[in-house]
């Protein structure tokens, strides 16, 4: 009976629990500008929404800086150019400089990316230079690399290679090569740069198809290159996914340079991909670039066609410009996951919500328990004065002198025999209670435990005890792999470090919830794998 009420009560504690963490909806969770302006460099579209929520009087100039960061992030240009022009006022009064280097960084890629004013781009990078040193590492990096893409001088090549080295960033240290053998014709410089893009270990396309079409642009532009060096860079490009159909201008200049057939190809591929009629190709002038980079590609055969090279040059240069927007964008799948997956909110948030309820919970079940053992005890109290008075009556009947005191003492001994054994039962049953008590209490800490793990957070601090308690939670929640981790014997630290996997972290989420570094978590599984047995980690944690 009391073991089937501890179930009972243990699957009603964590039904309840989970219900309510799996139920939560979006909450008004805030973050400061400072944890907004950190989620805005991975996740653009989820620091939008933490924005949104906060109070701009806080502190105005930070406040429109994210704003123009935020919308450069996601969209490549700034819409509210007010802005960033009065947060440069403002951080010029407060003499904030590293607030200031960045905001003129913004300023400068604004004018770039709105008005392919290169001269007064340049202009607001070089202030944001003065102040470079105060700058974040990666806004320092991505003006380096504009630099390098719109002035084509080493000395920016050279800073950004620097600037990579230092923050062991390898994919800008191989735009850096490449910008640099470009600058200087050296094809040995560029195959190392291509050398070191390799070395990347995740996403590594992202990075070698641009870099691939960027160097096949700069041949093209060179003018003396070989067709077949072409093509093979070309090639080079579509394989690592780096022609799109935003920037392929010079791939199509390439099959326009072959034959007429290739030039017709190309011209039947922009009427399918971009659904435009004849009429409307033909009906074009020479001032529609405010259509967008969707009609360039049709607009610059047309040039051809009609043998205007200066306004087919021009389109080409305008498409061009769009690359420092459109190619270096590694995070636009990550970013539509979040959006998908979030919709304003994330497991944090929702559980701060619920948070409250939480506790509420847990405190209501302890309560009960509480409850039952001062109710068991109350009992056992009850049958000690039974006993006492039993005593007492047993001390009475000596001094009874009749017929019946033998059988009224066999009776009494009777009683008091049953009572001792009600008794050692109750005790018993207050031995079950605590020890059902400190188990579920071990569980409420460990769902605790398992709900910071579950956003990413540091648990690295808690202990053998904490280990303890989050895997006897995990076990409520998912019994069949609990006990086959028991069944591989081990030890509380390593079966929380396979449950992380298991339940879908990645190596990075797990170095931040159990702060590990890399190579420790390469040992721990080669340890774990060679504990085992197994073939391969994966089979320990599907």
């Given amino acids: ?45 989820q620091a939008k929404v933490f924005l949104s929520r906060a109070d701009s009087n806080d502190n105005k100039g930070y406040y429109k800086l994210l704003t123009a960061k935020i919308e450069y992030q996601l969209n490549g240009y700034i819409y509210k150019e007010n802005y960033i022009d009065d947060a440069i006022n403002i951080f010029v009064n407060e003499k904030d400089d590293p607030l200031l280097a960045r905001s003129l960084y913004y300023k400068g890629a604004s004018i770039l990316n709105n008005y392919r004013d290169t001269a007064k781009a340049i202009k607001w990078f070089s202030q944001a230079i003065a102040y470079d040193s105060n700058m974040r590492e990666k ?73 691939y079409y960027h160097y096949f642009q700069a041949l093209m532009d060179r003018g003396n290159v070989p067709d077949s060096i072409l093509i093979s860079y070309a090639k080079k490009a ?31 591929h922009i009427k399918e991909e971009y659904n435009i009629n004849q009429e409307l190709i033909k009906s074009w002038g020479s001032y ?25 040059n021009r389109v080409a240069h305008e498409l061009r410009q769009e690359a420092p927007l459109l190619v270096k964008d590694e995070n636009s799948e990550k970013e539509n996951q979040v959006k998908l997956m979030y919709e304003g909110g994330n497991t944090r948030y929702r559980y701060e919500k619920v948070k409250t309820y939480i506790f509420v919970g847990i405190i209501i079940v302890l309560i009960i328990l509480l409850t039952m053992t001062y109710l068991s005890i109350s009992r056992i109290r009850k049958a000690h004065q039974t006993i006492k008075n039993l005593h007492e009556s047993l001390h009475q009947l000596k001094d009874v002198e009749n017929s019946s005191l033998s059988e009224q003492c066999e009776r009494l001994n009777h009683e008091i025999t049953t009572q001792l054994r009600k008794l050692k039962r109750r005790d018993k049953d207050i031995e079950e209670y605590k020890a059902q008590i400190t188990e579920l209490t071990d569980i409420s800490q460990g769902l605790v435990y398992y709900s910071m793990t579950i956003q990413n957070q540091n648990i690295s601090q808690i202990g053998k005890q904490g280990i303890r308690q989050l895997l006897a939670s995990f076990k409520v929640i998912d019994e069949k792999y609990s006990e086959r ?27 931040q919830i159990l702060q590990y570094s890399l190579s420790n978590i390469r040992v721990r599984k080669s340890r774990i794998k060679s504990d085992t047995g197994v073939e391969s980690f994966d089979d320990i944690i599907r």
């Avoid at 390439?254 to 017709?264: D, F, I, P, V, Y």
């Fill in 238 to 268: 579509q394989d690592n996914f780096g022609v799109k159909y935003d920037n392929n201008i010079d791939f199509y200049r390439l099959l326009t340079r072959n034959s007429k057939e290739t030039h017709a190809f190309a011209m039947q």
């Fill in 139 to 211: 806004e320092k990096l991505d003006m380096y690399d504009i630099l390098c893409r719109i002035t084509h001088q080493n000395i920016y090549t050279v800073e950004l290679e620097d600037e990579a080295r230092q923050t062991n960033n390898i994919r800008y240290r191989a735009w850096a090569l490449l910008y640099r053998s470009i600058n200087n014709q050296d094809q040995e410089l560029a195959n190392q740069a291509f050398e070191v893009a390799n070395q990347i270990k995740e996403n590594k396309d992202s990075t070698l198809g641009p870099m």
């Fill in 288 to 312: 529609f670039f405010a259509l967008g980079y969707k009609y360039y590609l049709p607009l610059y055969f047309l040039s051809l066609q009609k043998g205007d090279t200066l306004m087919a």
């Fill in 1 to 45: 009976m009391i073991y089937t009420s501890k179930k009972i009560i243990i699957f009603l504690f964590t039904i309840i629990q989970l219900a309510i963490l799996s139920s939560c909806m979006d909450s008004g969770y805030r973050l400061s500008f400072p944890e907004i302006d950190d989620l805005a460099d991975e996740y653009p579209a």
């Fill in 485 to 511: 981790l028991e069944n591989y014997d081990l030890n509380p630290s390593q079966s929380l470090f396979c449950i992380l996997y298991h339940i879908g972290k990645s190596d990075e989420e797990v170095m």
